[in-house]
């Protein structure tokens, strides 16, 4: 791997390196706790699922979907019936925008306990629970996201859900993770990514929402003075140069004045003066490396890298024409690459053929928009067994709904709120997509618009209709045949990909268990989970409440001659993706789709699995393994040793 340039060439004025003593120590400011969303109740077959006041009915019923369900807005205005209430303005008070009024620290405020978060674990989390926040905050960013697209709801002043999502988060002591440490913190692993600043407050990764620097000042120490735990290197200097394991890190402050223009020096103080105690103690620090979204360049994806410990520092005259601070970082040996994979990937996905196992550029055949390649660095098998690859059903199932429109009649796209769109009646008043096309929380059924509907192509209600949107290859695993994982970082809530097959009859998967790897079967048991948002954390009423478990019409796919990259997704008890049944109308008929969608963020180069359920007419053996099962090799810590 190429080094960076070496700071200390002799372009710098080395009698400028930071050694020196503060004139005051600095006690630093940590922001305070924000509030948690919760998980929703999954509905069967995943499990019980929170009643969102959704159709009790299934779609083989031939009932008229349920009325629409009622709510109390998050923002306390009262009941409505799904209809978009314009909010009421707030009366504008120059001595209440001068003395905002505090919350009062209602002990009933705290609501970790819902989701199972002990005292003890908020201050010190691990895996489950760092999953469990993180799952919670995008439920709630993204309910309110949907809120907001509606103009059911004004955050005011921040129209960022995400910051809201955060802020309800720690006021309802959902967070974890809080006792700061210098080092690793507990629950995270290297290469977890981040798609907002907020997701690395609530899991003690790193605090200030926006600042580039967390420190402490440790207690008990003779000398107290502020030491750095982590950065955040987003880009946002010019003088910030980086590879695979080395980063020169530019300290915080010294922006030029915008009414003057006039470029001020960085101070050694706070984050800065952190930083150059750390550099003298050799302590180590979490980098946190920021990168922009390739599914939307105007975002930014955040990476965990582990840990560096700071080499050295300098000061310089910055590009724009004020000192600023140097900090070189050299990242600990022995760790797991995280940066380095992602320019590994980048590299990969220009053309770069000097890989490593490498078959096939493209599986599908110019079938998707992008390309499927195919690699082997475990042996020497050269492909999996033929199939035909496509992209939708074969042999689709229709259902038949009775109601008074099927299809929608907007002109360009449908909006959300608006209750003259039929598709959106359907969801019961809600659009189930957000604005960039996240999944807002798990149905029993998602309606999409479909060819019938006038409105666009393009239309965000057709979500799981437009082909893949990251780039994907089929690997070879160590034990488990071939694999799926993604080139690209996914968001929790965005679309996957369909399974793709042939619906068939159960009469045609056979007796003895033998021919069904490729079988998705809609009916079998599968593992509860949480997922959506908990209606608690916005104040919501739920108008249904009466029933958790929906039935799922039954499907049966075989994805063994005719199929799509869900062939090749693996069993996992812990997974990463979920499926969504997904109805919409083709030919005057309505047919059922399953759709996958990410359950959680997933890095690039991570392999992409789903819970695989298990049949209903398995039989125990005398074995471990009950008879018609297989065993289960996922490695997960909560891997219950079977499937199928």
């Excluded at 709801?153 to 995400?162: N, P, Y």
């Excluded at 969801?427 to 798990?442: A, C, K, Q």
């Amino acid at each position: 791997m190429e080094r960076g340039s070496d700071p200390s060439s002799s372009s710098i004025d080395k009698t400028k390196v930071l050694d020196v003593k503060p004139l005051r120590s600095l006690a630093p400011v940590f922001p305070t706790a924000p509030p948690h969303p919760s998980g929703s109740f999954p509905f069967f077959p995943f499990g019980p699922q929170a009643s969102h006041g959704v159709n009790q009915n299934t779609p083989t019923s031939g009932a008229i979907p349920a009325p629409i369900r009622s709510y109390r807005r998050p923002d306390g205005e009262g009941l409505n019936e799904g209809l978009p209430v314009k909010p009421k303005r707030a009366r504008k008070s120059k001595s209440s925008e001068k003395k905002p009024k505090k919350k009062s620290q209602d002990p009933g405020s705290d609501l970790s306990s819902l989701f199972g978060i002990s005292l003890a674990q908020k201050e010190d989390g691990d895996g489950e629970v760092v999953n469990v926040v993180l799952i919670a905050f995008d439920a709630i960013r993204r309910r309110l996201s949907q809120l907001e697209d509606a103009k059911e709801l004004s955050t005011g002043l921040i129209k960022r859900a995400d910051l809201k999502s955060g802020n309800i988060l720690m006021t309802k002591g959902i967070r974890t993770n809080m006792r700061k440490r210098i080092g690793a913190v507990p629950g995270i692993e290297i290469g977890d990514i981040f798609f907002f600043r907020m997701e690395l407050c609530v899991v003690g990764l790193h605090a200030p929402s926006m600042g580039g620097i967390d420190y402490m000042t440790p207690r008990g120490e003779s000398e107290e003075e502020p030491q750095a735990v982590s950065i955040v290197s987003s880009g946002g200097y010019d003088d910030d140069v980086d590879d695979s394991d080395v980063l020169i890190y530019t300290g915080q402050g010294g922006n030029s004045n915008k009414k003057d223009k006039e470029v001020a020096d960085q101070k050694l103080e706070r984050g800065n003066l952190a930083l150059e105690v750390s550099s003298r103690r050799h302590n180590e620090v979490r980098v946190i490396r920021g990168m922009r979204d390739a599914a939307n360049p105007s975002l930014k994806v955040y990476v965990y890298d582990g840990l560096y410990k700071i080499q050295e520092s300098w000061r310089e005259r910055g590009k724009s024409g004020g000192g600023v601070f140097k900090y070189k970082l050299v990242r600990m040996p022995g760790q797991h690459s995280a940066f380095a994979v992602w320019k590994s990937v980048q590299k990969w996905k220009e053309g770069n053929p000097s890989r490593n196992g490498f078959i096939l550029a493209d599986l599908s055949s110019g079938a998707e928009k992008f390309p499927i390649s195919l690699v082997n660095d475990v042996d020497y098998e050269k492909g999996p067994a033929h199939f035909t690859y496509s992209q939708s059903l074969k042999h689709p199932k229709s259902f038949s709904l009775v109601q008074t429109s099927s299809t929608c009649n907007c002109h360009s796209a449908c909006v959300p709120g608006d209750l003259n769109c039929s598709c959106i009646r359907r969801n019961e008043g809600d659009f189930p997509y957000t604005g960039n096309g996240i999944l807002v929380s798990r149905r029993p059924l998602v309606h999409e618009c479909g060819p019938a509907c006038k409105c666009f192509p393009n239309c965000k209600n057709r979500a799981s209709q437009t082909g893949l949107k990251f780039q994907m290859e089929v690997f070879k695993t160590n034990n488990r045949g071939w694999g799926l994982r993604t080139l690209d970082p996914i968001r929790a809530g965005t679309f996957v990909c369909e399974y793709a097959g042939e619906v068939i009859d159960r009469s045609k998967i056979n007796q003895n268990g033998e021919g069904d790897e490729y079988v998705f079967d809609t009916t079998r048991n599968y593992s509860s989970f949480k997922w959506n948002y908990e209606p608690r954390l916005l104040e919501e009423v739920s108008s249904n409440d009466s029933s958790e478990d929906h039935t799922i019409p039954s499907l049966i796919i075989s994805a063994k001659k005719v199929g799509n990259v869900a062939r090749f997704m693996n069993h996992s008890c812990t997974p990463n993706v979920f499926w969504q049944p997904v109805l919409y109308e083709e030919n005057n008929q309505s047919f059922l789709h399953i759709a996958f969608f990410a359950l959680r963020h997933v890095p690039p180069m991570t392999e992409l699995t789903y819970d695989y359920g298990v049949s209903r007419s398995v039989h125990t053996g005398s074995s471990s393994t009950p008879k018609g099962q297989k065993k289960c090799l996922c490695g997960s810590s909560k891997c219950r040793g079977s499937f199928g």
